[in-house]
């Protein structure tokens, strides 16, 4: 790959060629007077009076040259980078700086390449904590801000366990939980529980299984969204997510769920797998989920068609 500053020197020179014509037309000492008596080129030589001596300006005409075309965005030749002079021996050198904008940006980027949603609308990465309306869920606003205030203090952080009916904004949240977690550099994976565990049996032909339960179980925020709504069998209530929610307790990770049961009528699901009812199984399952994160009930009407 090449460095940006070779690409953006390309591009200046593609531009620059396109000027020629120009440029041999009018008289050299016409052009430089003309950048010379730019308001932002003469506040560099201001600024810069004792540093800079006459041979040096003229030696390095060139790069005052490349950035009085640059700077005003005509002939721009790269969005989101300005140019800017610098002092270079006795002259004047150029180089060019990613604008606020592009940082922002590129920060923006980043945070999104951290979550990974699997199974779930792309929509939720735009969903910001700070747009949620916590209107009548102080439980819930209480809960996040703790968890996020012990995340930034390195501490253990519980999860919450948002129980309520559909429609109610659950995963909405989570969303917001989500994108914040990823804005403070931690790899999320939010996942949609009853497709994640009917997909599993696509991984049986292979060796990914293992490594999928792997990654699941120790990136550093785990959402399960839906828990409760997936039709387990005791493999996957005991192998999978059982691994997972060990695993997740033993290493302290956070780990949020949201679901359409209470606590307890989650407690009743898993004892009664496709095939069995084993409520001491359950029972197991259920302290995990309890360690790991508090359960507040959310309410409200169902937002789904626009009520809200
Ligand atoms: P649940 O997961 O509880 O079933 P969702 O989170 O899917 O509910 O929310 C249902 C719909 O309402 C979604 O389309 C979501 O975008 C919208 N929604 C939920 N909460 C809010 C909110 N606070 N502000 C705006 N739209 C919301
Ligand atoms: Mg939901």
């Known amino acids: 790959m090449k460095a940006i500053g070779d690409v953006l020197k390309d591009q200046v020179a593609e531009a620059a060629k396109k000027n020629q014509r120009d440029f041999s037309k009018k008289s050299y000492k016409d052009l430089q007077s003309r950048v010379f008596s730019d308001p932002d080129v003469h506040a560099f030589f201001e600024k810069h009076k004792d540093e800079l001596t006459r041979d040096g300006v003229y030696a390095t005409f060139a790069n005052i040259y490349e950035y009085w075309q640059q700077k005003d965005g005509h002939d721009k030749v790269l ?29 923006q980027r980043a945070t999104q390449k951290r979550i990974e949603l699997i199974d779930l609308p792309e929509k939720l990465r735009r969903v910001k904590l700070g747009d949620i309306d916590f209107n009548g869920r102080r439980e819930a606003l209480e809960g996040i801000a703790r968890f996020f205030n012990n995340l930034k203090a390195g501490s253990p952080a519980r999860g919450l366990y948002l ?142 068609f626009g009520n809200n």
């Open 163 to 304: 129980s309520g009916d559909f429609g109610v904004g659950k995963t909405y949240i989570m969303a917001g939980v989500a994108n914040e977690s990823a804005g403070l550099g931690k790899k999320v994976i939010f996942l949609h529980m009853p497709t994640f565990i009917s997909s599993l049996s696509s991984h049986f032909d292979d060796n990914s299984l293992q490594d999928e339960i792997h990654r699941v179980a120790y990136c550093d925020v785990l959402i399960l969204d839906d828990i409760g709504a997936e039709s387990l069998s005791p493999w996957s209530r005991d192998d999978v997510l059982g691994v997972i929610l060990q695993a997740r307790m033993d290493n302290d990770l956070p780990t949020f769920f949201t679901s359409n049961l209470d606590m307890d009528a989650l407690e009743d699901h898993f004892a009664k797998t496709r095939n069995s009812d084993e409520p001491a199984k359950a029972k197991r399952l259920m302290q995990r989920v309890r360690y790991l994160a508090q359960e507040v009930q959310i309410s409200g009407a169902n937002r789904r």
């Open 79 to 107: 969005a989101g980078y300005v140019p800017k002079l610098f002092v270079e021996g006795h002259g004047v050198g150029i180089k060019y700086e990613a604008t606020a904008e592009k940082v922002e940006e590129d920060k």
